[in-house]
Nanobody
Framework: QVQLIESGGGLVQAGGSLRLSCTAS????????MGWFRQAPGKEREFVAA??????????TDSVKGRFTISRDNAENTVTVYLQMNSLKPEDTAVYYC?????????????????WGQGTQVTVSS
């Protein structure tokens, strides 16, 4: 059974930090790219950051560059991916989703990702 379980969301003031975690199991996710997307109310889901299976590529959307850092820990049966979010802004408020993509080259288009988590709410107050 494939599971992607996110945690770490919450309410934080502008300028603060949060660290999201996602634990993936049920597939050999060590060979998958992992990513984070977000969806604000009334908006489409958008790409935030991703990391290739070996950590060699870490694309980010422009609005989070220099503030967010993605990383991963490949264990034997599970993979955990992290999103360290610093200098948070009210416009970062959204539901954040973890996703997995079976590919050697990371694609940021939402429709190309194979598995999704249920999401975790991040709210940044001004």
């Amino acid at each position: 059974q494939v599971q992607l379980i996110e945690s770490g969301g919450g309410l934080v003031q502008a300028g603060g930090s949060l660290r999201l975690s996602c634990t993936a199991s049920g597939r050999t996710f060590s060979r998958y790219a992992m990513g984070w997307f977000r969806q604000a109310p009334g908006k489409e889901r958008e790409f935030v950051a991703a990391i290739s299976w070996n950590g060699g590529a870490t694309p980010y959307t422009d609005s989070v560059k220099g503030r967010f850092t993605i990383s991963r820990d490949n264990a034997e049966n599970t993979v955990t991916v992290y999103l360290q979010m610093n200098s948070l802004k009210p416009e970062d408020t959204a539901v954040y989703y973890c996703a997995a993509q079976f590919t050697a080259v990371v694609h940021t288009t939402t429709s190309t990702w194979d598995y999704w988590g249920q999401g975790t709410q991040v709210t940044v107050s001004s």
